[in-house]
């Protein structure tokens, strides 16, 4: 990885931004670029690559630092010590007493520091995970957390069959290959941009986890159902339920902010689907879900959450949640679970999911749901999968880890109102 002196300052100056701020770091990477447009395609590549590793390890690089921890520091310490760049790489960037400390940080020996520094998590995430992973799996969730996700795209199947979205690949000189589980997801190899890509602009794929896309195949919705997706968002999820109905039915996207639901529009034009309602709803308990109690054959509840199943995308989430921020998301996922029920008529189903590793945010939320409502069971998820050819082994609840299944951290609860 060769860079120029400027190619570091930009680095330093957004990775103090990042640090400071309380905004996600996706959204500050793209706003410093669109500040900085003089920057070209490798000086973007280096400088975010730079900050999301740093990102990533922020705890055992400061520890790196000794006293002194700076935006420069960091970046120096993650360029020497996790891209293993020499010191003849660096001599034209350091000054004589950064080349003395840089020694000193390269001599530093990772196996004595606290295993929390150490495994580059907050302590109190630490501890919670700690109690739910033996040391080796913690370590091991702990490392795939800190590799960047791959690029995961889901076949829209209105538009296009897996094999000839490959065979197009390939003959575009794509690296592409079939997903491990889900039967209309694909992995590309690298990070090729894909936005004007043919495919992608005539609605034929989509990027979205893998994880993600066998939240579709719990749901298991069917043309001409009426079904809901309840916390929509920018509506990744919804363009799924509406091709596996065939564009048939009635299915409603619900969420809180126009801005999320403005931006499932593009998408939703490019998917070619007719039966997607998306509708702005104030709360969980808006007149407009009262009207619809007891009409719905499929809901799916995707629920807030504290996000600590993407850190390979989002590493930031791990610094800016706490005990307390994860409390309160407890409370709000109960409340929208229980609101969301009452949509399911009987023999509906209920799918509850969050992208997050905490017990408290996902068997915790589900199993005080069942206990406050017997007229709902829990179904076994593997089962559900099994007999759509998705082969996963994961019993009653599904959860997902990138060190186990390479996908994003996701869990999801089956439920169905008898």
Known sequence: MRFTSAQLKHAESLLSELLRTSFAADSVVSHYFRQHRELGHADRGFIAETVYSVLRRKRSLAARCFDDVTSRRLILANLACVQGMNRRELEGVLSESEGKWLAQAKAVRLDELPAAVRLDLPDWLYEALAAQFDAGELEALAASMNQPAPLDLRVNTLKADRDT??????????????????????????????????????????????????????????????????????????????????????????????????????????????????????????????????????????????????????????????PESVAELTAKQASILAAASTLVKKGGRLVYATCSLLDAENAAVVAAFLAAHPEFVSLSAEDVLRKQGVEIDCGEYLRLLPHRHETDGFFAAVMERQ
């Open 165 to 322: 979205v490959l065979a197009r690949f390939k003959a575009d000189g794509l690296e592409a290959a079939p997903g491990r589980y889900s039967p209309i997801g694909i992995r590309l190899g690298g990070k090729p941009s894909l936005s004007k890509h043919p495919l992608f602009i005539d609605g034929s794929i989509e990027v979205q986890d893998e994880g993600s896309q066998l939240l579709g195949f719990l749901l298991q919705p069917k043309r001409g159902e009426m079904v809901a997706d309840f916390c929509a968002g920018a509506g990744g999820k919804t363009l799924l339920l509406g091709a596996m109905m065939r564009s048939q039915g009635r299915l409603y996207a619900f969420d809180v902010a126009e801005k999320r639901l403005a931006k499932l529009k593009p998408r939703l034009a490019r998917s070619g689907l007719s039966n997607v309602h998306p509708v702005r709803i104030e709360s969980e308990h808006d007149i407009k879900i009262k009207r619809l109690a007891g009409k719905l054959d499929r809901v799916l509840v995707d629920a807030p959450c504290s996000g600590l199943g993407t850190l390979r995308r989002n590493p930031d989430l791990k610094w800016k949640q706490r």
